[in-house]
């Protein structure tokens, strides 16, 4: 986005005047934007029409009064070129192209597409192929259907590239007013990142929910999310596309492509952004993090008056990384004292019917339990229907009561409904009046204050070093990428300091004797560049035990490689010694992405390392807290800690060789393509590489590498 389109993005947020060209759709907007209370400027463009609706309609674009600040555009694809062309030559500033049939339908659509973006010049273009875009703030809505929502002066804004889904969303009765409602479409010029930007610090925005398919500019949207972490705007977003068939289904709807589904989990975790997995809980997060706030950690303390909720709040909670702990001692005391001998102290806690619609006493129960000092709190409630109102004062006394000690524990409060429905939209305008979260379902609620309770802990994790944040993606130099042998790998992972065995290249004949001068036991494998997988080709042989070992091993090796690959001839073979004890073995992979740049992959390694898939992925640069978190993520920690009795690892060398590799990395910029660390064997004495793959664009530090024998 240039500096003249953004200045047209701003114009077409906040438009003085409006154009709707085309027919019916264009006709039906005008509808939804009078119907918006806009106090601006409304004409039509048609040819064919005298007015539109009952508003003037004009001929030509060129025939307006003045530039519009926004124009909604709703004619056929093969025309749209020529009349953005038009829009940009009197100095409109944003276009709503509602128009579909572009880059989605495949080659001659992305020539249209390709048509109207130079048409564009420096508009404002969203879309094509939107529904458009809903501005609840001032009114102008450019949107050709009926849609929910209301006029608000705050909340926060959806950027989505499904229409469908940004519509829907409109329609919620979870009591969730957006700011904006936004249509990315195919981001033919302005993608979801410069909506994120032009938005983040706008009084009306307190919260992004995002619908994403793909990000086109992943450094430039990076940027954009640490402003929001900065101004404590959090983002909330629905990623799709982590199923094979859900990422085909993006390229047939808006011709993008969905990426590496962990690459982006990574980048929301960097980035303090909240992943939800549904619009249910888009929704209910975005209510928690608008209406209650964000807490700044994970201790969650829970009440109801029912057993069951107390079990389904901790199923849950499970994998969330909510925490309840317990009540101290000084808690437990007062609560023995205030509770009814029915019930069970705990976290969280059933307070039992009898103290039901009690607000002082109930009161003094919830106080008691929060002078432990939790992060937030939760009240599980389920309101009666409208029609059975004589027990309502009973609930609403509970909810003061927790509301008063929360607002007092000065901590973020939320009452939640066990059945979603059970919350009725008076009940959730009291509460919303009362600032806590009126949230609908026991699981929703626990998930979004889990989110919450993430972004809070990052942002406080993050100040005075946001710029730690940024990436800085290398690039790539895939023309001249090559394959390295492991031989070769190893010298260079040596030069920076990172363990391998104690080894030695030589030919066959050379082997027996280059073994015994090692010392045995060893493992004897064939070097060359084009084999990688060694293990599963039988082109690996470990724990040898003489001479005579060897040279057989060699043999074996020799026939085998034969039948596998009759163009590999190859005479070379890496003799090493063996690495024992070994308690766990890991895979330590960076991938240079030309969009994410460097990520890094930790995760339990050896040979079964895919059917595991145990893995951590991280995106560079990155620092010794966040890969000493990622590796105790992993499975594989378990055995590193000494499991059953057995021996352990310490973690430190563990995390410094990690930092090693992406140090190494680092220094070779856009000239790496791939490493692969696999096994990375872990023994008490520390990580040693017994296996490591190159793939690199040759520069002056790989000149040498592999030259020593």
């Known amino acids: 986005m240039t500096p003249r389109q953004k200045k047209n993005l701003q ?20 509808k939804q934007c009078v119907n918006g209370g806009f106090g601006g400027a409304i004409w039509g463009v048609n040819p064919k029409r005298r007015s539109m609706g009952e508003l003037p309609c004009f001929k030509r674009v060129e025939d307006l009064p003045e530039p519009p600040d926004a124009t909604f555009l709703a004619i056929p694809r093969r025309q749209t070129a020529e009349l953005v062309r038009q829009l940009a030559q009197i100095g409109a500033g944003g276009v709503v192209c509602y128009t579909a049939g572009f880059r989605e339908l495949g080659e001659e659509g992305a020539e249209l597409e390709c048509d109207l973006v130079n048409a564009a010049q420096d508009l404002a273009l969203v879309g094509p192929n939107v529904y458009g875009l809903l501005n609840y703030v001032t009114g102008a809505h450019l949107w050709p259907f009926s849609h929910g929502g209301a006029r608000t002066a705050c909340g926060p804004a959806i950027i989505s ?65 640490i402003r929001a972490l900065e101004t404590n705007t959090p983002i909330v977003a629905l990623k799709v596309g982590h199923s094979e068939l859900a990422a085909r289904s993006t390229i047939t709807h808006t011709g993008s492509i969905s990426g590496s589904s962990e690459r982006y989990q990574a980048l929301f975790e960097r980035l303090g952004i909240i992943p939800v997995a549904t619009p249910s809980l888009l929704l209910e997060t975005l209510k928690m993090v608008t209406v209650s706030g964000a807490p700044s950690g994970n201790r969650l303390a829970a009440f109801t008056c029912s057993g069951g909720d107390v079990a389904m709040l901790a199923d849950s909670a499970e994998g969330t990384g909510v925490e309840f702990p317990e009540p101290s001692a000084a808690a437990q005391s007062d609560l023995t004292r205030l509770l009814p001998e029915i019930a069970t102290i705990s976290n969280p806690l059933d307070y039992t019917t009898p103290l039901w619609g009690q607000e002082t006493a109930l009161n003094k129960v919830f106080r008691s339990m929060l002078k432990d000092g939790f992060d937030a709190a939760l009240l599980v409630q389920d309101y009666p229907p409208q029609a059975l109102d004589e027990d309502r004062p009973m609930y609403l006394a509970d909810a003061r009561a927790f509301i008063e000690a929360t607002r007092d524990a000065g901590i973020p409060g939320a009452i939640c409904s066990s059945v979603p429905e059970n919350m009725d939209v008076d009940a959730r305008q009291f509460l919303l009046e009362q600032g806590v979260a009126p949230l609908q379902g026991v699981a929703e609620a626990v998930t979004a204050i889990s989110g919450a309770s993430r972004f809070g802990q990052k942002r406080q994790e993050s100040i005075d070093r946001f710029d730690a944040l940024r990436l800085q993606p290398p690039g790539r130099d895939d023309k001249q990428l090559r394959d390295y042998d492991e031989w070769q790998s190893k010298q260079l992972l040596a030069r920076f300091g990172i363990s391998v065995p104690n080894g030695r290249l030589v030919d066959a004949e050379e082997a027996p004797a280059a073994a015994a001068d090692l010392g045995f036991p060893v493992a004897i494998k064939l070097n060359h560049k084009n084999i990688a997988h060694k293990t599963e080709l039988g082109l690996l042989r470990l724990q040898l035990m003489t001479e005579n070992d060897v040279g057989a091993a060699v043999e074996t090796i020799t026939e085998r490689v034969g039948t596998i690959h009759e163009d590999i001839s190859s005479n070379k073979f890496l003799i090493e010694q063996m690495i024992e004890p070994v308690v766990a073995e890991l895979l330590v992979s960076i991938v240079n992405d030309s969009k994410f740049g460097h990520v890094l992959t930790l995760g339990t390694g050896g040979t079964l390392v895919e059917l595991m898939r145990d893995t951590r992925t991280l995106l560079l640069p990155t620092s010794r807290k966040a890969i000493s978190q990622a590796i105790a993520g992993l499975r594989v920690s378990t055995l590193m800690a000494g499991f059953r009795s057995q021996a352990s690892v310490n973690q430190g060398p563990v995390v410094d060789l990690v930092l090693r590799v992406t140090h190494l990395a680092e220094t070779l910029g856009k000239a790496l393509g791939e490493l692969e660390l696999n096994p990375v064997l872990l023994s008490p004495n520390g990580p040693v590489v017994a296996d490591a793959l190159l793939r690199a664009a040759p520069n002056a530090m790989l000149t040498n590498i592999g030259s020593l024998r």
């Open 11 to 30: 114009r077409l947020l906040a438009p003085r005047h409006i154009a709707f060209v085309g027919g019916d759709e264009a006709a039906s907007a005008v």
């Open 161 to 225: 590239q499904s229409g469908m889904l940004s519509s829907s969303l409109t329609f919620n009765q979870r009591s969730v007013s957006f700011s904006y409602v936004i249509g990315a479409g195919n981001q033919a010029i302005l993608g979801i990142e410069d909506y994120l930007e032009t938005l983040v610090g706008h009084p009306a925005v307190n919260a992004f929910g995002l619908y994403v398919e793909t990000l086109r500019d992943i450094p430039k949207f990076t940027d954009a999310a």
